[in-house]
């Protein structure tokens, strides 16, 4: 008896097997897929990232405390005066030389006319606005040659800054101080003025009404700088 098959048993080892089968095979996928791989970042990267990083960071500061600005000036009146003159003294003298000193006239024809380009050069003039920390420099910059400090005021001392369209500044032409004209064009109501003391007399000085110097000297002195950057003044 013992030596036959019993089938109840072998048929229900059967399912049991094939349950197993189809198991592993449910399984086998899952485990022959590699897992993604992780990118190795170098510590020499992570410091040229974090160097960057840093030095934006600076860069963003900096530009929040210092601005630097250069402004062409328009030739007044007198400039053009001053060549005119200069061009007819030329004509004048070389005429004279040509009648009495023929043999000289090269010499003063080609000496002449740079002395005439030297001086009349000398009516092109730049503006440099440095602002570091609310404290205003102002350079004026002669026929790119030659530079020499006009204004200067720290924010601590600065009496008033404000639009030329404001009622202050219509207030402060009625008074006497002392003109500065440190900007492309007197005349533009896009100027702005600042009210200070310079070497013992209060002056009032005109600039470009550029935003960053505005902005730059009212976060340094928001009392006394009357700028809206969303009025844009």
């Not at 500065?180 to 003025?193: E, H, Q, R, V």
């Amino acid at each position: 008896m013992s030596g036959l098959n019993h089938p109840s048993e072998d048929q229900g080892s059967k399912p049991a097997a094939t349950a197993n089968t189809q198991g592993t095979s449910n399984t086998d996928p899952a485990k022959s897929t590699a897992a993604a791989p992780v990118p190795q970042v170098s510590e020499a990267e992570a410091d040229s990232a974090l160097s960057r990083a840093y030095k934006q960071y600076e860069n963003k500061k900096d530009a929040e405390t210092f601005t630097e600005i250069i402004i062409p000036q328009k030739r007044h009146g007198q400039d053009y005066l001053k060549i005119f003159g200069l061009i007819m003294a030329f004509i004048i003298l070389n005429f004279i030389v040509m009648t009495f000193i023929s043999m000289l006239l090269p010499i003063s024809l080609i000496g002449g006319a740079w002395l005439v380009w030297w001086l009349a050069s000398a009516t092109s003039r730049e503006f440099e606005y440095v602002v570091t920390k609310g404290d205003l420099d102002i350079d004026m910059i002669v026929a790119r040659r030659k530079r020499k400090r006009v204004f200067s005021v720290k924010s601590k001392e600065l009496e008033l800054m404000a639009s030329v369209k404001s009622d202050d500044y219509k207030q402060l032409q009625k008074q006497n101080l002392k003109l500065l004209d440190c900007s492309t064009a007197a005349d533009s109501d896009k100027n702005w003025f600042i009210v200070a003391n310079y070497k013992g007399s209060r002056t009032l000085l005109l600039i470009n009404g550029e935003e960053r110097v505005v902005a730059n000297m009212h976060r340094f002195a928001p009392s006394k700088v009357r700028y809206n950057k969303m009025a844009g003044l």
